[in-house]
């Protein structure tokens, strides 16, 4: 005997607990699928553990995606105020860190008891830990074979996320389930993840590794070329902190970085302009800069001469150090992975998708939300809110 529901949600994180809640208060039986055995893992490491859990800025201009009008209806439709309304109602103490970011004042365990609660409100079945065997149509309905036995459904819910993290349980599932019904899916890349670089290159800056500083960092071509003013983090492999992780969702494999180490200072003109005047040597007077150990490892890594003093070097070395501190060019080999990255890019093909409903155009009953769908976020809560926004869109249309 199958189990009958209105609605199957599978996968109960960010975006799946969201729509089933929704689509149960409004009088579906919903049932919410996962195989994990603990609810919400990502959740609850996110933020550090505090769960940024929106930003009040949230806009498409903070996304990335093969369209990017498509993510607009959605979070027009359900914005950062209406999440924060309903962190509000269930009295979740939030604070703003920066750039717009809420965070939970206490623990990231208040959103998931809040979006459980929410279920639990709309009566939501739950089925977990429970593995999906497979899919498949029976007649208008879908046919769904698990561990625990067989659900239909009227209409199915894809919310099992991207490839970030398998250690804590994430499947190419939403991938594989479009390929079986013909969805188009953009081709995935780790996102919000540092960058690496060969062992040779990067040898000479290892000793930097734990320095943190503000810079600009850019990538890309002119029409797409991307800058965020955002902390650098050196790490033994190679760069990290939130710029880098802005900024790896936009790099390509052999695409160059450029980094300005100094955005407030024009060095060039600063070390030219009153070359006659700067008594200190090259080390102490870049040190009122920056970070001592940072001028010292760069002076070494680009063969500078640190007790030399600007007076008595040539104009054109010293516009050479003042292009490393402001234009530091370098090619990142790769990424540390799914294994590091926060999330992933591409996904769901959004042209297959309504953009009101997240559903298949061509498969009418059959939805994808959340991270599996080629919407990427910023760093800074915006997942989330796309996890949020597309959760609602799908469960007021279930
Ligand atoms: P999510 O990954 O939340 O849920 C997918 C669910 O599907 C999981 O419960 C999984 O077990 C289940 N599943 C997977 N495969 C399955 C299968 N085959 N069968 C059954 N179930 C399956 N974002 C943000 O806005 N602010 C933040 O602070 C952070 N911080 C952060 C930290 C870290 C370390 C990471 C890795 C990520 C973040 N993020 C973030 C990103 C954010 O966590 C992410 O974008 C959302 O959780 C995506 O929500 P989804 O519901 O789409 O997937």
């Known amino acids: 005997m199958s189990q009958q529901f209105d609605v199957a949600v599978i996968g109960a994180g960010a975006a799946g607990m969201m729509c089933a809640g929704v689509a149960g208060q409004r009088g579906r039986r919903v049932v919410i699928i996962d195989h994990a055995s603990r609810l919400a893992e990502k959740i609850r490491i996110s933020g550090g553990g505090r769960c940024n859990f929106t930003n009040i800025d949230a806009g498409p201009q903070n996304f990335l995606s093969g369209n990017p009008h498509f993510c607009r209806s959605a979070l027009a439709r359900y914005t950062s105020r209406d999440f924060l309304d309903l962190v509000n109602r269930h009295r979740i103490p939030w604070h703003e860190k ?78 594989r389930i479009a390929k079986q019904f013909d969805v188009p899916v953009v081709a995935t890349r780790p996102a919000l993840v540092p960058l690496t670089f060969d062992d040779a290159g990067w040898q000479a800056y290892t000793p930097l590794a734990g320095i943190a500083l503000p810079v600009d960092i850019e990538t890309g071509e002119k029409r797409s070329r991307m800058r965020f003013r955002e902390d650098l983090l050196f790490t033994h492999r190679g760069l990290s902190g939130p710029a880098v992780l802005q900024i790896s969702s936009y790099w390509m494999d052999g695409a160059a970085l450029t980094i300005n180490l100094l955005p407030e200072v024009d060095v060039a003109a600063e070390l030219l302009g009153n070359k006659g005047a700067i008594r200190k040597n090259l080390a102490n007077h870049l040190s009122g800069w920056l970070p001592a150990r940072l001028v010292e490892g760069l002076l070494a890594a680009n063969r500078f001469d640190p007790a030399a003093r600007a007076a008595d070097m040539p104009d054109r070395e010293l516009r050479r150090l003042a292009d490393i501190l402001n234009r530091w060019t370098i090619v990142p080999s790769g990424s540390e992975g799914y294994r590091k990255a926060e999330v992933t890019r591409g996904g769901v093909d959004t042209r297959a998708l309504s953009q009101q409903t997240m559903m298949v155009n061509a498969v009418p009953g059959l939805h994808f939300i959340g991270e599996a769908v080629d919407v990427t976020g910023w760093l800074g809560g915006y997942n989330f809110q796309w996890a949020w926004a597309s959760g609602v869109a799908a469960g007021v249309a279930t």
């Open 98 to 175: 920066h750039k717009g970011q809420l965070f939970c004042d206490r623990s990231a365990e208040d959103i998931i008891a809040m979006l459980k609660a929410e279920c639990d409100a709309g009566g939501v079945a739950w089925r977990m830990p429970v593995k999906v065997a497979g899919v498949s149509r029976a007649g208008e309905r879908f046919r769904i074979d698990t561990d625990g036995g067989v659900i239909e459904a009227a209409s199915l819910v894809i919310a099992t996320g991207g490839l970030s993290i398998p250690k804590i349980g994430a499947t190419d599932f939403a991938f």
